[in-house]
């Protein structure tokens, strides 16, 4: 029985684990350059596009020019066309969000969100914003292209907000209705200048704050990048407060904002010439992986968790498994978990090719919050750099449930 026990406990954790990494692969390898390339030449007025039916060149998106209302409508004929409901979130004469959804199977009402402001400054009739933010609203673009064509077991909302230039209006608008409603919101990525990179040294910044689950979202962002092999080097920084993520933190919402390096920032924000030629496409293109790759974690359930003993339907958010703190870490990290019952509880540490490293707890636990310490210094041989899958099992009268998370040893 025992042997029976570990041979499935194996297979499950084999089967989430190869899964998982294979389906994040196929999404990177289907972001495209090239798309994303267009739809930041038509957005910023450098290639004129079809909208309505007619051509159409955009030359400003700032919220008092005709072209804001041509952008919406044009973003609203992309998200229509990969099959998302999509709706105009109107909240003023002047302003509108683009809302595309596409419903989860199994949680519909529990979503994601991945979103990007599309109005740009200065204010005249030339203001092609091609890094602030067509960059982030065509990486949205392409991310909704892409995840549309796979079914996931929550909903993913693809947001392009109106008059961020204006403290934030359209997402402030969107957030407000969110908690009135008692949205259950997964988590937040917003895209906000993700263009330029000057010296093409790759740097990013991932901004985070200590609000609902924001730090596990930052930290699963900041895995994938090594874990999908990706050419950045990203730095988890305190979140300001100046782009539509902080709509969501105002709120209790977990939310993070990707934006390039602070340090070698765009010299030509919010001027008429934040003009194509002077983007870094291949740098957009690798964070629209980055994000793509992040946001469909989070709308699947873990697949080992879809086949546990009794119930299926089981939402995976009534245990849970926190992200360990600190991470990255060396050489000591603390895990936590919360049981909704008691249970026996199984920790194990494995590294990146489902080998076993360590056992932390086997023992049965009480209802409640617990928290151990993984210290690197106890194995044997010690460890080397890297990501590290640390997995929760727990047996209930309920059934059997594993959760997965990944952590990143920095020595
Ligand atoms: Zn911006």
Request: net charge neutral.
């Amino acid at each position: 029985m025992k042997w029976i026990v570990s041979l499935l406990f194996f297979l499950v954790f084999a089967s989430s684990t190869y899964s998982q990494s294979s389906k994040s692969s196929t999404v990177i390898q289907e972001i495209s350059i090239d798309s994303l390339r267009l739809f930041i030449r038509q957005l910023s007025g450098d290639t004129s596009t079809v909208i309505g039916g007619a051509a159409y060149t955009i030359l400003s998106r700032h919220k008092n020019q005709a072209g804001n209302d041509k952008a919406a409508q044009y973003i609203f004929e992309k998200f229509s066309s990969y099959g998302l409901i999509t709706e105009l979130d109107s909240f003023s004469i002047t302003g509108k969000n683009v809302v595309g959804t596409k419903l989860g199977v199994r949680f519909p009402n529990k979503y994601f969100i991945v979103c990007g402001h599309f109005d740009t400054m200065p204010s005249g009739p030339t203001s092609p914003g091609a890094d602030d933010n067509a960059s982030g609203t065509a990486a949205v673009i392409e991310i909704a292209r892409v995840l549309s064509k796979f079914s996931h077991d929550y909903t993913i909302k693809f947001i392009a907000f109106d008059e961020e230039e204006q403290d934030l209006i359209g997402s402030h608008h969107f957030a407000a209705r969110a908690l009135s409603r008692s949205d259950t919101i997964l988590g937040v990525i917003n895209l906000d200048m993700i263009g330029f990179d000057g010296n093409n040294d790759g740097k990013v910044d991932i901004h985070s704050k200590a609000v609902a689950n924001t730090v596990q979202i930052a930290n699963e962002i900041f895995a994938n990048v090594a874990e999908h092999s990706l050419q950045l080097i990203p730095r988890i920084v305190a979140s300001l407060p100046y782009s539509d993520h902080e709509s969501f933190l105002r709120r209790n919402f977990g939310a993070v904002l990707i934006i390039e390096d602070a340090g070698d920032f765009n010299p030509r924000y919010h001027t008429v010439n934040d003009r194509f030629q002077f983007l870094n496409i291949p740098y957009a293109h690798r964070i629209t992986q980055l994000t793509a790759a992040t946001a469909q974690e989070f709308i699947r359930l873990n697949p080992a968790t879809s086949i546990a003993k009794n119930d299926n339907q089981v939402d995976p958010m009534q245990f849970n498994l926190f992200q360990n703190y600190p991470n990255p870490f060396n050489p000591s990290t603390h895990i936590s978990y919360r049981l909704n019952e008691a249970g026996i509880v199984q920790l194990k540490i494995y590294d990146v090719m489902g080998r076993e490293v360590a056992t932390l707890i086997n023992e049965s636990k009480s209802a409640g919050t617990h928290s151990v310490t993984f210290d690197t210094n106890s194995i044997d041989g010690g460890l080397n750099s890297g990501i590290y899958i640390y997995s929760l099992k727990i047996n209930s009268p309920n059934g059997s449930f594993v959760q997965n998370r990944k952590m990143t040893l920095l020595k």
